[in-house]
């Protein structure tokens, strides 16, 4: 079974600092990871994921990821936070080696960021 | 490009009541899934559909019926409504995976359905 945790509820951070959101994950196979950001009423939005290759990866808004295998995780990161990304974040992940009835994503209890002046 | 929609946004209906929310994606994508979202408990999987006339349980299926006879739409129908279905409920679709799990499938989601069942 696939899992994921993400251990703050909540994390606050002074705009123009950098941001850490943590993710950690649990697959009996290879992982691929998501990370997705839901606004105050709003569907979630995908922000970037991990499929192969380069450990860090780089997605929408200045967000980026960094794949650790030998710690199983996928921490979101910023280097500059906004006022504006405050949020809701949404980690996920599913086992790379499904097919038919695959693509089923485990989503974490998700991480509310604050950030602010 | 209307994407993924749901409808109502908003509905309150009393226990025991059939409540049948709707999802449609203009993207003709292959996949649907059904998400719910409580509070301590993220978003779990209820249903999911791999294309027309297939649907799999998901994580919380008890309750919820679903269909699908066009790639389209994928309706969520609650028989007969409890307190504890009081939720927002999120539609979401995606490609196929591919062979060997692929290299897509990140999920687009819906606006969303706050459902309060009195």
């Known amino acids: 079974a696939q899992s994921v945790a993400q251990p703050e509820d909540q994390v606050n951070v002074a705009e123009g600092n950098p941001l850490t959101v943590k993710c950690t994950y649990s697959?009996?196979?290879?992982?691929?990871l998501f990370w997705y950001v839901q606004y105050p009423n709003r569907g979630l939005q995908f922000l970037l994921k991990y499929i192969t290759g380069d450990n860090l990866v780089k997605g929408s808004y200045g967000f980026e990821a960094e794949f650790n295998k030998s710690q199983t995780s996928f921490h979101l990161k910023k280097p500059s936070a906004l006022v504006s990304d405050s949020a809701l974040y949404f980690c996920?992940?599913?086992?790379?080696?499904?097919?038919?009835?695959?693509?089923?994503?485990?989503f974490g209890t998700g991480t509310q960021l604050k950030v602010e002046l | 490009d209307a994407g993924i929609t749901q409808s109502p946004r908003y509905k309150i209906t009393e226990t025991g009541r059939q409540v049948t929310l709707m999802c449609h994606q203009t993207w003709s994508h292959s996949y649907m899934f059904w998400y719910r979202q409580d509070l301590g408990h993220g978003l779990r999987l209820i249903y999911y559909?791999?294309?027309?006339?297939?649907?799999d349980k998901g994580e919380v299926p008890d309750g919820y019926v679903v269909s699908r006879s066009k790639t389209e739409n994928f309706p969520l129908t609650l028989e007969s409504a409890t307190r504890s279905q009081t939720s927002v409920y999120f539609c979401a679709s995606s490609e196929p995976p591919g062979l060997a799990g692929g290299t897509r499938g990140e999920q687009y989601f819906g606006p969303g359905t706050r459902l309060t069942v009195t």
């Open positions: 697959v009996s196979g290879n992982p691929y």
């Open positions: 996920a992940v599913r086992e790379s080696g499904l097919t038919g009835g695959g693509n089923k994503l485990t």
């Open positions: 559909s791999a294309a027309a006339d297939i649907t």
